[in-house]
């Protein structure tokens, strides 16, 4: 089993910075692909940010490219996610996911095998 705990969500103004963190436990950390996703109000779960083990690859939302970064600790067990110039649209609960994935589905909800609980974010204008 791996458990997963975001943290670092709060109220922003447009603009300002956040960082997400998110605790993995119950596995090597290295064993897993990790990922960011986001649910806004009356909207499906999107993708946000992905890191794979194979290569250290990243992988960005159209939506957060040059604004928002995935990157990890392995000495800590933990992944992170800075996010920039953030905007009102970035609203949402944040969530962290863990799973083996590929090339082609490292985007997808369905692809990771564990999640967290979320943390809010909430941009104001």
């Known amino acids: 089993q791996v458990q997963l705990v975001e943290s670092g969500g709060g109220l922003v103004q447009a603009g300002d910075s956040l960082r997400l963190s998110c605790a993995v436990s119950?596995?090597?950390?290295?064993?897993?692909?990790m990922g960011w996703f986001r649910q806004a109000p009356g909207k499906e779960r999107e993708f946000v940010a992905a890191?794979?083990?194979?290569?250290?690859?990243?992988y960005d939302a159209d939506s957060v490219k040059g604004r928002f970064t995935i990157s990890r600790d392995g000495a800590k067990n933990t992944l992170y996610l800075q996010m920039n110039i953030l905007e009102p649209e970035d609203t949402a609960v944040y969530y962290c996911?863990?799973?083996?994935?590929?090339?082609?589905?490292?985007?997808?909800?369905?692809?990771?095998?564990?999640w967290g609980q979320g943390t809010q974010v909430t941009v104001s204008s």
């Open positions: 119950g596995r090597t950390f290295r064993s897993y692909d």
């Open positions: 996911a863990a799973g083996i994935v590929g090339d082609s589905t490292v985007k997808l909800t369905t692809a990771y095998r564990y």
């Open positions: 890191l794979r083990q194979i290569a250290r690859s990243t």
